[in-house]
C-alpha cells in the first residue's frame, strides 16, 4: 500500500478554496506548522546556530536539524502542489540581477512570512550574494558571486566624484537597492569623503587627484597637501611616482596629466611611445584599430601616426598587421618619395641646394626632403649616416626620424664660405666615400653677401 508523505498529509486540509487556506499558500503551510518549530525555523533563517538555538530551546543539535528538514520538506511539498512553476518564476524573475532585497521576493511570493520566504528559496537553490565578509542577508541572487565581481570592477575605477559613482554603480548594473556605502566601507577598504568616493588605502592620493580635477588648473603643491590631509614632502613624492599627476615647470605646480599644460611632464615622450604601448598591450592590429588607439591616448593627427609607422621598432607581421619588431615584425621601409628639384642624383654623387636661413647661420639641423634619407638608403627610422665634410677634420650626418629627416649643423662651414642670410649653398654627397663638400652658389650679381 503506497504510504502518504507526512508532508501530504500535514497539507491534506489545505488548498485554494479551504478554509484552512488563507489566500496563499504558502503562508497557510507556514501556520500548519507548531508555534514551537516555526520560531526555531525563524531563528534558523536569521542564521543563529545549532548550539544557541538548542540553549534557548533545550533541544539536542540533531533534533533541531531534523525540525530544519521536516519545515522545509513541507513548503517545498507545498510549493510543488499550489505553485509547481515557482523556481522557473522566480528565477526569470531575478535574471542577472546581483541582489534583490527580501521585501521585494515576499512581495512576489505574497508572503507575510518572511522567514518562511527564506527557508523556501534556499531549497529552490537561490542564495544571498556573497561578499567579501560573507552572505549579504536580506538579499537574493540567482548568481551569487555577482555582486561581489560588481563591486570589485566599481573599486578599481576609484576615486570617483560622487556623480561619477552612481553612473559608474548604473553602468556596472549594481542594484540600487544594494546597501553600497555599508558594504563598501567594510569590506572593499573604500571611504566616501566630501570629494567622493576614494581608496583608503590611497587616500591621500585620491584625494589629492579628485580635488585637483575639481579645481580644473594647476596649484601648488601646498594646496594640495592641505586638501590630500598629508605633508607636502609626502604629497610631492606621490604625485612624483604616479603618472596621474605632471609638474608644471618652472612654476613647480601640479597638474593632471590629462589636461597636457605647456611645460608639465608628461608621460609619453613622443608618439612612437604610445605606438609601441598600444601594440604592447593590445597586440597586432590592424591600420584603422592602431590609429584609433594611439588617438585615444594621445592627441596626435593621422599624418603624424602614419609617420611614426617608419620606426624601427614597429613592422607588419606575416598576417599584415602591425606589430612589434622584438616579436619578430618586419620593419616597413619607405617607399620611394617623389624627388624635389632642388636634389639632383647622378650615380655616387647627390647634391643638394641650401638656402641659407637665420637657423642655418645659428646652427640648427637643417631639414631636408625625405628622398635624400631614401636615396641614402635610411628607410626606417631612427637612422644616420656620416660623411666626412671638407679636409676631414668635420663630421655631418643625415638622420632620418619619424617625424622628418635633417642634416647637422652647416654653420661653421657657411661662416667660413662668408654667406649671408638669403645666399644659396650646395652640399654635394659623394656615396661611395662618404665625403662631403659644401660650396657657396650664388650668382656674383645677386648675392646677398656681396
Not at 507548531?34 to 548550539?51: M, Y
Not at 580635488?211 to 594647476?218: A, F, S, T, V
Amino acid at each position: 500500500m503506497h504510504e502518504t508523505p507526512e508532508s501530504d498529509r500535514e497539507l491534506g486540509n489545505l488548498g485554494p478554496h479551504s478554509p484552512g487556506f488563507g489566500g496563499n499558500w504558502l503562508d497557510a503551510a507556514w501556520e500548519s506548522l507548531s508555534e514551537r518549530n516555526r520560531e526555531i525555523l525563524t531563528w534558523r533563517a536569521r542564521r543563529e546556530t545549532l548550539n544557541a538555538i538548542g540553549t534557548e530551546f533545550g533541544l539536542t543539535r540533531e533534533r533541531i536539524r531534523q525540525i530544519e528538514s521536516q519545515g522545509a520538506k513541507l513548503l517545498v511539498r507545498a510549493q510543488e502542489i499550489f505553485d509547481p512553476n515557482l523556481p522557473i518564476k522566480i528565477l526569470e524573475y531575478l535574471g542577472d540581477q546581483s541582489a534583490v532585497p527580501d521585501d521585494v521576493i515576499a512581495a512576489l511570493l505574497g508572503t507575510r512570512a518572511p522567514a518562511a520566504a527564506t527557508i523556501l528559496l534556499k531549497q529552490l537553490g537561490v542564495q544571498p550574494p556573497v561578499v567579501r565578509s560573507g552572505p549579504l542577508i536580506g538579499y537574493w541572487s540567482a548568481n551569487p558571486k555577482a555582486l561581489d565581481a560588481q563591486l570589485k570592477a566599481l573599486t578599481e575605477r576609484f576615486p570617483l566624484s560622487n556623480e561619477e559613482f552612481g553612473q559608474t554603480a548604473h553602468a556596472l548594473n549594481i542594484p540600487p537597492a544594494a546597501p553600497l556605502g555599508v558594504i563598501l566601507e567594510k569590506d572593499y577598504r573604500a571611504e566616501l569623503t566630501e570629494l567622493g568616493w576614494v581608496r583608503a588605502n590611497r587616500g591621500a592620493r585620491d584625494r589629492a587627484y579628485l580635488w585637483l580635477r575639481q579645481q580644473g588648473e594647476p596649484r601648488t603643491v601646498l594646496e594640495i597637501a592641505n586638501v590630500a590631509g598629508a605633508s607636502e614632502h609626502a604629497t610631492r613624492e606621490t604625485m612624483r611616482r604616479d603618472e596621474a599627476f605632471a609638474q608644471v615647470r618652472p612654476e613647480g605646480t601640479w597638474a593632471l596629466t590629462d589636461w597636457r599644460v605647456q611645460g608639465a611632464d608628461q608621460r609619453y615622450a613622443n608618439a612612437v611611445d604610445v605606438l609601441v604601448e598600444v601594440l604592447r598591450d593590445l597586440g597586432p592590429l590592424d591600420y584603422a584599430e592602431l590609429r584609433a588607439e594611439i588617438q585615444k591616448r594621445y592627441p596626435v593627427g593621422e599624418w603624424r601616426v602614419a609617420q611614426c609607422l617608419s620606426s624601427n621598432l614597429i613592422g607588419r607581421n606575416a598576417a599584415g598587421l602591425y606589430d612589434l619588431a622584438e616579436r619578430g615584425a618586419e620593419p616597413i621601409e619607405d617607399a620611394e618619395p617623389q624627388r624635389p628639384k632642388h636634389i639632383q642624383a647622378s650615380g655616387n654623387v647627390v647634391g643638394v641646394e641650401v638656402p641659407v636661413t637665420h637657423d642655418v647661420l645659428r646652427g640648427s639641423g637643417i631639414p631636408v626632403n625625405r628622398w635624400l634619407t631614401w636615396y641614402l638608403g635610411l628607410r626606417t627610422a631612427p637612422s644616420t649616416r656620416y660623411f666626412a665634410l671638407g679636409n676631414g677634420d668635420d663630421e655631418l650626418s643625415v638622420r632620418r626620424m619619424t617625424s622628418n629627416s635633417q642634416l647637422s649643423s652647416l654653420r661653421a662651414q657657411a661662416l667660413s664660405l662668408g654667406v649671408a642670410e638669403g645666399c644659396t649653398l650646395v652640399l654635394l654627397l659623394r656615396l661611395d666615400s662618404n665625403t662631403a663638400s659644401l660650396r657657396h652658389a650664388c650668382t656674383p650679381e645677386l648675392c646677398p653677401a656681396r
